[in-house]
């Protein structure tokens, strides 16, 4: 059964530094989503993509986060300069062309700034 | 903006038995999907239940099957026969129909269910 993939699974950086969290949606997936997940706290969304480009994000995604999907199958969010309130699991998601359809998840990535 | 409220933060139950999780939302939309999201300790996000708004049938799958209350905006989790493997947190969450396919899903704080042996 297809699935998403993330990678890595667990990050640690320093404060400052720039991290790239790496996905890959199901293949014949039409949109993609960040959410993010600080321990103990509930899910939260960060941005929706379609079509090359972002269709909503959230007050969270601010300007030292992008998303980017660089090829037909990868989809990447980066952080530019972290701070130590991102360390989170990071899932990325994706949904087929049906409105009512789920999203299928990845395993997440842990982030750890130190 | 739409809200979802998971006022219990655990839950216990025996195994065998039912147990019932509950969630509330708050939203001005007629139109939406609700859904059971399960966590097990790996931290993988699963789907256990989807409900339409505009059903009025309530959802069932296998031993999972939700109480929706449109009016009263509840979309409650029974969990019948209740199994060592259920243990996990359980999230509810909101999506809207009208922005489509794209929507975001809005999350609930969860709840961690623990199973007796």
């Known amino acids: 059964e297809p699935e998403v993939t993330q990678t890595p699974s667990h990050q640690v950086t320093q404060m400052g530094q720039e991290v790239i969290l790496r996905c890959v949606p199901i293949s014949n997936h039409l949109y993609f989503y960040w959410y993010r997940q600080i321990l103990g706290q509930k899910v939260e969304f960060l941005v929706s993509f379609y079509n090359n480009e972002i269709s909503e994000k959230s007050e969270i995604f601010d300007d030292q986060f992008s998303v980017e999907r660089p090829d037909g199958s990868n989809f990447t969010l980066k952080i530019r300069s972290t701070k130590l309130e991102d360390s989170a699991m990071y899932f990325c998601?994706?949904?087929?062309?049906?409105?009512?359809?789920?999203?299928?998840f990845g395993p997440g990535t842990r982030l750890t700034v130190l | 903006a739409q809200t979802v409220t998971q006022s219990q933060p655990e839950m216990s139950v025996q195994e065998a038995e039912t147990v019932t999780l509950s969630c509330t939302y708050d939203t001005s939309e007629s139109d939406y999907y609700l859904f059971w999201y399960k966590q097990p300790p790996s931290r993988q996000m699963i789907l256990v239940i989807r409900?339409?708004?505009?059903?009025?049938q309530n959802a069932t799958e296998n031993r999972f099957s939700v109480n929706f209350q449109k009016a009263a905006k509840s979309f409650s989790l029974k969990i019948s026969d209740s199994q060592l493997g259920d243990a996990a947190m359980y999230f509810c969450a909101y999506r809207s129909a009208f922005t489509g396919a794209n929507s975001k899903l809005t999350f609930g704080k969860g709840i961690t269910l623990s199973v007796r042996p």
């Open positions: 998601a994706s949904s087929p062309r049906e409105s009512y359809n789920e999203q299928f």
């Open positions: 409900q339409e708004a505009y059903k009025q």
